[in-house]
């Protein structure tokens, strides 16, 4: 989606400046409040920040060894 200015909503903001990590900010709190400026980019995020992590090793979850009977 391209702005009024021609720019798409990642050129928007990759131009705006970094946020410090010690600035407390919540991840998901910042694309919820900022969903109105990104609304692409704020899905995007949503989705992938909601992917459960797994303390399974990826070499376990892939191997067939051990399964062979």
């Known amino acids: 989606m391209i702005s009024n200015n021609g720019k798409s909503q990642l050129d928007v903001y990759m131009e705006e400046g970094c946020i410090a990590i010690d600035a407390g900010i919540n991840t998901l709190e910042y694309w919820k409040l ?36």
């Open 34 to 69: 900022n969903k109105h400026r990104f609304p692409q980019l704020a899905i995007m995020a949503c989705d992938i920040l909601s992917i459960p992590i797994t303390t399974v090793a990826s070499e376990s979850s892939f191997s067939i060894r051990g399964r062979i009977y």
